[in-house]
């Protein structure tokens, strides 16, 4: 039988967003007017076909039924604990104390230095701050649950001070239980719970909140080669089939963060068509995160204006996911992406 994806498209912004929604010529996203779209398109594994919202009573029974319960997830507003989506995106700041971060290792792993990017990253606009000490970039290698617990405690102990949610960014259930009198907010794991077998059982104990972020493979052999038959429609399967799990494991709560990866065993085209086509995510009906900043795929397109930073790859990046309705943006440069949403939306909206 084939199976049918809805990716929401054709997007309207600000006053222009209301008054179509008004005349009901549009339909929101996650339940914000600022944003909607009048647009879906109809995928499968051979076929995709655009079809405007008007038109979808005129597909089959089971095609429309399909359609609009993913619709009913895509339009629906996306509740989350501590956070609030109206004023999207939010932006996720990253403190990585560690000695080979791809892009800041070695900056942050002395208390003092940590506490000022901490207080930084909060004036700069971070909402959440993402705390890890093992880089999971492509070629790293595993480090210790010692080393990485010794890296981050002290870190995690400033951060119980500071008005900010706190994102852990490990693949360990050991850490993540460590973690706990720190007040952690949310468990950001790469691995995709495959890490280890005690993880499901840690997140029904302890009903945190989580991201559920896509790999494929592990950090230090997953840019060999990655393959996918369709990397949008792969990528959506595993979530379905990680989420079926969740659920199966009565984990009850609806705090669960989607990340599709980008550069976590994906080449170029594979990030772009992420990218690109990011929306579809919402018909699964959680939020959804991006982390775009400093990532290789920006030198790859930029060639020789490649920077050290990135910045102008991830403000550009950033504001393509921002339109089409990415909730979280995960960045090193805080200020500067704050600042280009800002200038955006009073442009744009």
């Known amino acids: 039988m084939k199976k ?27 339940g914000n ?20 919202i008007k038109k979808i009573k005129t597909l089959s029974k089971n095609i429309k039924n399909k359609v609009n319960l993913d619709l009913r997830n895509i339009t629906k507003k996306k509740k989350f604990n501590k956070l609030n989506f109206y004023n999207f995106p939010l932006l996720m700041g990253v403190l990585n104390v560690t000695p080979d971060s791809f892009s800041d290792g070695g900056k942050f792993l002395n208390n003092i230095s940590a506490r000022k990017q901490i207080k930084k990253l909060i004036n700069n606009g971070a909402s959440i701050i993402d705390i890890g000490g ?20 002290s870190k995690l102990n400033i951060m119980k001070k500071q008005r900010c949610l706190v994102s852990l960014d490990t693949r360990k259930t050991l850490i993540m239980k460590k973690s706990l009198p720190y007040n952690i907010s949310l468990i950001n794991d790469v691995s995709g719970l495959n890490y280890d077998n005690n993880k499901l059982n840690f997140l029904k104990k302890y009903k945190i909140p989580f991201v559920l972020h896509h790999t494929q493979g592990k950090p230090n052999t997953m840019q060999l080669k990655p393959k996918y038959n369709n990397v949008i429609l792969d990528i959506y399967d595993f979530f379905e089939k990680k989420l079926n799990l969740i659920k199966s ?36 009906g959680f939020p959804i995160m ?58 744009q909206f």
Do not use: M
């Open 290 to 347: 991006l982390g775009l900043s400093r990532k290789s795929f920006i030198k790859d397109i930029s060639g020789k204006n490649d920077s050290k930073e990135r910045l102008g790859g991830t403000v550009s990046s950033c504001l393509h996911a921002f339109l089409q309705g990415v909730q979280i943006l995960r960045v090193h440069d805080v200020n500067e992406v704050n600042q280009a949403i800002k200038i955006f939306k009073k442009l």
């Open 33 to 52: 007017k600022l944003i909607s779209f009048d647009c879906i398109e109809l995928i499968t594994r051979h076929s995709k076909k655009k079809i405007h």
């Open 249 to 284: 494991n009565k984990i009850k709560h609806k705090n669960i963060i989607l990340d599709p990866g980008i550069g976590f065993g994906k080449n170029l085209k594979h990030n772009i068509t992420l990218i690109n086509q990011i929306s579809i995510f919402h018909s699964l």
């Open 134 to 153: 093992e880089s999971t970039r492509p070629g790293s290698n595993e480090v210790s649950f010692k080393k990485e617990w010794k890296r981050i405690k």
């Open 4 to 30: 049918y994806y809805t990716r929401a498209c054709n997007f309207y912004y600000g006053s222009i967003s209301k008054e179509k929604i008004k005349q009901n010529l549009s339909l929101p996203l996650n």
